[in-house]
Structures are given as structure tokens and as C-alpha cells.
Nanobody, 123 residues
Framework: QVQLVESGGGLVQAGGSLRLSCTAS????????MAWFRQAPGKAREFVAA????????YYADSVKGRFTISRDNAKNTVYLEMNGLRAEDTAVYSC????????????????WGQGTQVTVSS
């Protein structure tokens, strides 16, 4: 049984930082593309960042480029999202996902999802 468990969300002031973690079990973690998506109330799920299995390639949404950093530790089956310079518009539920498709921005192509962690940025 595959499980993805996120942690690290919370309430932070604008300009602050948070580090999200997602730990996977039940799959061969090192072979999966790992990604972070977010969904704000009343909005569609949005791609945030992805990292390929080899960790050699990373991808970011334009809205977070330069502020967020995705990384992975295959020995710990964990993917991270370091978020700096947070803005009110970053407020959302952040979910991690695991998949094998090269089309990293499409949520429908991911096989497994975590439950999500709430990030709230106060202005």
C-alpha cells in the first residue's frame, strides 16, 4: 500500500519561510518523479514544482521560481519543498504526488497523492 505523508505546513507571515516534507512508503521511491501541487479555495489544482527520479532535473511554476526549492533524499524516501519569500497568494493546501510520466505539470498523470498540508500566509 502506497502512502505519501506531508508535513511542515502552518501559518506564517508574508515574507516568511516554511519547509514542507513528504515521506513515501510502499513504492520504489528513487524511480518516481516527485512533485508538489497546491490548491487554494475555489481554484483548480496548480503545479508548483517537480523533481525527476535522478534529481538532476527540477521544474518550477513561474509563480514560485526563485522563491521555492524542491529537493529529494532517496535514502529517506522524502521530497522537500523549501518556500521562502512567502506571499498571501501562496496560501493553499499543498500536496505531494508521485508518478512516472515525463509531463510533470499535469496532475492527472500522477499515480499517488498525499492528503495535503495547509499553508496559510498572512499579509
Amino acid at each position: 500500500q502506497v502512502q505519501l505523508v506531508e508535513s511542515g505546513g502552518g501559518l506564517v507571515q508574508a515574507g516568511g519561510s516554511l519547509r514542507l516534507s513528504c515521506t513515501a512508503s510502499g513504492l520504489t521511491f528513487r524511480t518516481y518523479v516527485m512533485a508538489w501541487f497546491r490548491q487554494a479555495p475555489g481554484k483548480a489544482r496548480e503545479f508548483v514544482a517537480a523533481i525527476r527520479a535522478s534529481a538532476g532535473s527540477v521544474y518550477y511554476a513561474d509563480s514560485v521560481k526563485g522563491r521555492f526549492t524542491i529537493s529529494r533524499d532517496n535514502a529517506k524516501n522524502t521530497v522537500y519543498l523549501e518556500m521562502n519569500g512567502l506571499r498571501a497568494e501562496d496560501t493553499a493546501v499543498y500536496s505531494c504526488a508521485a508518478g512516472t510520466s515525463m509531463l510533470v505539470v499535469r496532475p492527472s498523470l500522477y499515480d499517488y497523492w498525499g492528503q495535503g498540508t495547509q499553508v496559510t500566509v498572512s499579509s
